[in-house]
């Protein structure tokens, strides 16, 4: 089109057609430099399918947007520097008193920017709520099976994302200096400084000295505005991209498989529902910010390291980990000279522990199962039981940890022992997963057996009918084809069996270690102790032809 | 059974395959089978889908959303005019709050939720609903595609030599293993070497003890039964850029406790009548401990309840802390005031790898 153009204007005739639309001529300028017509026709109308759980991950999407916009308004006023000076701002009850300027700047943004006060505020609530969605969109992969072949990858990104986000968090509330999160700092400092050999080294690195120095502020402010935001940029476009890649996965039902994604189109529906979904968002985070004050500095005052706030908490996503260092007794054990601080270094370690415990999960699911095929329809989380116990004791750990991070607000509000508390969580630690899991697992066997019942005997109807002999029984109703399907398109593994050790000439054949390990733990997810075995159209052949109902 | 699950067998050995069960994945083709996917069910249509003057409801509903978004955002600029910053106001039953800050949220909030509730409103009512089955393709690439990347690499590797110029290949490797090593020399200006920083406190001998509250210089009478008292080293300034720092480690608690209670001889010898000094920076993770029990002596720390028997050489009694806190041996000068007799025996603060 465009050389049939510059033809017609090399020979000075007026074009006999009009002109495209000044939008069309403007996407054909951009198609003819970027290519952009090949990726819209792949993506423009691509099918997503939908789940109100799906939302999940978006919640996750726009608060990490606009945490970005409202912490680039808070960088043209904060002043990340820890030089002391006397404050002489706005707020009268602090008039005098020694602080950082981190400190006194936050109060300026608080007290005397117009807005400021809410940018914070939409910030700090935007933080949490990113994290808390991260999470909870985990857990619905988790549960659903969303992290299978071929999609493993983008499970490490979403989990790295996890993790950078409770350090972007802890960076970011660490910055305004005030007696709470210079606390923090200083438990962090403590906990480093327990680290073998290295430790202290690492901690006059990091300080620029000794606790808490002159740097700590500046150098949290790097790592939380650029280096950590950064990388979770980098990692978030990945994330995205592989999730338009793969197609999204989508539950059973009718006309939906493995090979096709059934939903409604990218332009317009998911335009106008995620686009205003965004909006959604961003409307009640700023409502929230609007009524429900949220770590309001000028009331613990600023940091200063021989003065500490009761009730001293980290964020919700940091709990756990205070829980691990609240729990831990005080072991140290002092060897030639030398001191292995046990009591803060087992914590520090059993951290990575627990985070990794959830990111590995996938890889041995399939290790175990040894499928190596795509898969994009969602279990529900009832037909993989011991992936959903699993899940679910790790929650449970989880939240004993949390309670053991909250134990002094626990005691306190429900006037109990702190010691008991503790020993509560100490026990807990070990007791609460396993118990957690075999509870789950049960409830997940009653419910396949409740889906097998209604697929073999229908729904129950509510009618109660009187035989002529006088019984009464109810009358059950049968599924709809659509439901018979959705009830049992889901698939189940045999146990992996390892054979006879010798064959038939009676020569051992050799079975690793590894191989013995994978058939037992087979046995433990796929066994019958861990799945009822669906219905099969024999039986419900039986059943439905004839006497079968009743 | 691979048209049976419906998905895309990579691995042809149907040994190695899992033993699963038939799915019901694909949409059968086999009429008997009543658990057969059924295939996409009809669309049904929605009441705007008929009906045109329902079509306009929803039209009007959009509208409204969005023009009340208009009137919230021009909203948000008059109270962002009107209402001076450190107005408060009462709000049932949120209390005493600021004006601006209430104001500017609630619209800027109205202004972007009524965005939203308008596009959403309007993709469920007066888009199309019809769902699309589009197909998904494999990932993995075809085996002659994957055949083509490996010839090509090869050939690539083949054409660099990298395999048959060993030297090269070392050398290259020696380098890029080195070049990093300058971003690591580089950081060693972060912070200087640990030495034996942890080591001391600014208490030296003949120090005397200041009042953190009052400024003054302590006497023992000072020190009153049942109550703590916080003290620093004269000649610390609170206002000097090093304070924090300096206080990190030399933060002082006073406490009076008949000397016939104090069950730890060391801990009696270097009290003065009856008035201990310890570090007030707990053991665990360097905490200020502050929360005093005068009838048991005990004092615990806020951040993570260590707790520590001040009449017993500062005991750990419950807690993650792992070792007393430390002690300061003090006396009194000729003029009655109480003074340092030397730094601390020990490291205060948390432990460490060097502490020993």
Known sequence: MSTESTTKQSGGEMPRQRKAPAGERVADWADGRLGIYS??????????????????GEVALYSFIIVILTGVYLTLFFTPSMAEIEYHG????MHGITMSEAYASTLEISFDVRGGLLMRQIHHWGALIFVAAMFVHMMRVFFTGAFRKPREVNWLFGFLLLVLGMFTGLTGYSLPDDLLSGTGIRFMEGAILSVPVVGTYISMFLFGGEFPGHDIISRFFSIHVLLLPG????LLVAHLILVFYHKHTQFAGAGKTNRNVVGMPLLPVYMAKAGGFFFLVFGVISMLAATFSINPVWVVGPYRSDQVSTNAQPDWYMGFSEGLVRIMPGWEINIWDHTLVLGVFIPLMVLPLVLGAIAVYPF??????????????LDRPRNAPTRTAFGAAWIAWYFVMLIGGGNDLWATHFHLSINAITWFVRIGFFVVPVITFVITKRICMGLQRHDKEKVLHGRESGIIKRL??????????????EDLHTLTAHEQYSPEEIGPETDEQGVRRKVGRSEKLRAKLSKGFYGENSQVAKPTVEEYEEITSGHGHH | MSSETGSHDNVPDDEKLPRA??????????????FANPGLPPHENRVQDVDERAAKRSERTVALFFTVSMLATVGFIASYVAFPIDKIIHVWPLGDISALNFSLGLTLGLALFCIGAGAVHWARTLMSDVEIADDRHPIEAEPEVRAKVMEDFRQGAKESQLGRRKLVRNTMFGAMALVPLSGVVLLRDLGPLPKDKLRHTLWAKGKLLVNENTDEPLRPEDITMGSLAFARPEGLDPHSEDYNTEIAKAALMLVRIEPDDIKDKQSLDWSYQGVLAYSKICTHVGCPVSLYEQQTHHVLCPCHQSTFDLADGAKVLFGPAGHPLPQLKISVNKDGYLEAQGDFAEPVGPSFWERG
Request: hydrophobic letters at 35%.
């Open chain 1, 39 to 56: 990726l819209a026709k792949a993506n423009m109308r691509k099918i997503f399918p939908d789940h109100w759980s799906f939302m999940l």
């Open chain 1, 90 to 93: 706005s707020y009268v009850p």
């Open chain 1, 231 to 234: 990388i979770m940029l980098g």
């Open chain 1, 364 to 377: 041995i699911e399939s290790w175990v199962t040894g499928d190596k095929r795509e898969h994009h329809i």
């Open chain 1, 468 to 481: 002529p002999h006088g019984e009464f029984v109810e009358v059950h109703e049968r599924l709809s084809q």
């Open chain 2, 21 to 34: 069960h038939e799915g019901h994945g694909e949409t059968a083709t086999r009429g008997e089978d009543p």
